[in-house]
């Protein structure tokens, strides 16, 4: 782990490295196999190993990425697409229909456990004709279904059956057909990418990418400010005013769509109880908790002020202590001492935070303060990426957690709070809110849309399955010697073959 | 600023010789008792107009407060463009309309204030609409020009409206009509609003002073280095070239402004290390020179617009950006930033990325919500089809 490198040490081992885009991440990928990507880190790597179906042009157009040509059946039930022929795997055996079908199969396999298996819902079955035919067939008549084909594609040879696990050798060893192939994983947690000289447009201008794991941020931005790494992905708030006065660095806006939260675990006592829920976000004193971490924006609900779904009716809650004490007491607990507690037993709950989540450990303890102050005790506990999958995501063993999301320009939430979500691992139902999730899915209409993801929006500040709390000014900063560089505002490295290192 | 009223004393000349020390820049740093002078009678709106608050500043008189209605009203004029290509897109791209809906005569009001094409919106008004709408449509295709008062609104609110429109503009009336134009049930039972569209086209025109002036009246905060010398042609002037080239390369645009920014940042040091402690303390709690290379890379990116690059402008209006508060109005960061920024995302096919920025204008600017509403409509509709992702951190 990074925390025990001085930065003169990095600064140091990262002379050697001038020819290369470093960059740095919060934290490493937990596992790179696009089948179990949960987080922006892994997806930003998936983008350099892998390929899609089909993917954005810089316009946000989808354009055929693997795919030669294709047709879609007069009723939009099948699509039959003609993969392209000049682009092999990082091992040099060639891309074949077989791939595809595997990489859908593998996802809808419930043994596999995929994190994605939600995005080949709407797919029925795959057939494949030949080394390069594949017929999706639909549930339901599609439209535009390239535009759902952007998930990226593996390599069946490189697993045995359509059952994936999370441990198979895969991770250690990905192939794909990106624009890089990882080289190694080293030492300092740092994993070198080489560029693919037979990736789809030929080799990518830059040869080599290293992603470093660096989890303090302050050591980020002097890293850059060093010219010891070319980009970080994400700045924070308050250093960007330095970084924007220097010259040699660029700052590009990055990952907009981001909200931080503290979820309940609402298949527990006594998180089950909206008026707790509730309550403990009336003891939270957001603009409190947000000043150390720099400018951004307070929201009442699960979308960015900005978003077309967001209610802009619905205020966000404010500090309010005595609303909090009614509601606790309507839930059967009394104030003693100071300290709230129900039937003999404290009020006293665990608040799981990521270990390198972006200033989170401020945002932790001043937390874990404001409810001491309220009568609530909290315990905190942090934990790396292995224990966060295991724990929050399938074991569904936490009491709160401190998180944050982050969407693409569809700002789809239907997997974090449809009682069916994948992502709904605090276990938020409400049948109302199911319902709109669903219309909001189905109907054409987009100001229908809008108004019922703005209902789901009233209704879950309502339910409180979250205290929703902001969204942060988000930058990337790139160095000037990297030219051409575009980024995505979503996946970041999607056109970073065009990227070069200047002058 | 107020505290920099006070009187000043000159400034020892800067060391190296500049366009800028010649421009109102380097004369308020020769003379920083120029700025007294110059703010003294009408303080607060000079206050407002460098603080880019322009709302109101059509009621008061003055120059500064004339400055910021004319800026107020070329924003409006964005606003409106923005609007119209939104309805454009988005009832392009919306397919099947909504049976009986009023869109498409709103549609085309948009069109007929634009110089689009507006009866093909109103022939697609069905039978099944709103009475009102109906008779609204067949009127308007009688009447397509807004030069003039309409003969005759038989009563129907629509019309009425429009009248009341075009009065505004024709200064027979001091109030114009804003907020929601019409109401209609959705098929999930919801209600539709629709923002009216003429809004900004109003405003566009009764906010417009056509002021001209000369002196450091009409140059103090703008991105002139004189009265004939602004925008792109003050960056030639200043040694660096404009040119963007052929192509929509954004690297091209981060050139010209790294280049701008050494002809500032070294003008600045100078006067860092010449200048009398008062044009110091102008420049500085002012934000002099940051202000005013912001409005010349809006300029820029405004050139980049006309000349059909988006992508260009987009890198310009960024770079100018004030990012210790990038959400937030300011001396830096004008409406019009967030405007053209919106335009920009917009034609790079960015539209949730134009949102973004208009959210930032709805919040001030009321005649930004029918712009933010449709372009919104559009962001979803370009989604329909899409999967969203989302993941942790």
Redesign the interface.
Known sequence: MFPTLSLATLLTASTADAASFRYAEDQAPGIVNPLFSTTMSEARVNELLFDGLYSDNQELATVPELVQSDELSEDGMSLTMRLRSDVPWHDGRPLKAEDVAFTIQAMKDPGTLSTEAGRVSFIERVETQGESLVVLHFTEPQARPQDKLTFKILPSHAFSGSTVTRSDSFRSRPLGTGPYKLVSYNDDNSITFQANSEGLGGQARIGEVVMREVSDKSYQAKLLLYESLEGLVRVLPRDLAVLQNNRKIELYPYQTNSWWYVGFNQARAPFDDVRVRQAMSYLVDVDALLAPVGTGEILSGPFVRSSPFYNHKVNPRSYDDARAATLLEEAGFVREGGMWSRDGEPLTMTLSAHRTLESAQEVVINLQSQLRTGGVTVEVEFLDEAEWKARIWRQRDFDLVLSQWSFDRNEDIREQLHSEGARNFGSYANPEVDALLDEARSTRDPQAKKAALRAVHALASQDSPMIFLWTLDSYSAISTRVDDVVIHPFYFFTWVRQWHMGS | MLLLLLACTPAAPPQAPSPLDSAWLGQLVAQPQLFTQTVDAEREAWVALHANSWRGAHRDSGKPAARASDLHADLASRLAGLEAMGWER?LSE?S?L?PGSALPFFAGLAALESGGDHAKWWLLVDEAADPVVVQATQKMLEYPTLGTRLPDTMGNPLLERIDQHLAARLGESESWPSGVAWTEA???G???SVPDPQLPWTLSVVLDKKLESTGMEALLFSDCLSVSVCGPDAIAALGVDPALGMEDD??TA?NVA?AL??VL?TWARNQRNSASPEAQGLLEELQLVPKFRAQLLLSLADEALKQGHP?QAVVLV??ALD?????TLGPINSPTHFAVLAQAHLE??????A??A???LARSYPEAVGAD?IL??????????????????
């Open positions: 988005t919306w099947p909504p959705m098929s999930s919801e209600m539709r954004p690297t981060r790294q920014d050494l940042d992508k960024q770079s990012l210790n508060s990038p959400r790079s096919g960015h539209t949730r990325e949102l973004d208009l959210e930032v509403e919104g409509d559009l962001a979803v509709l370009e989604g329909l089809d899409r999967q969203g992702d989302s993941k942790e951190n």
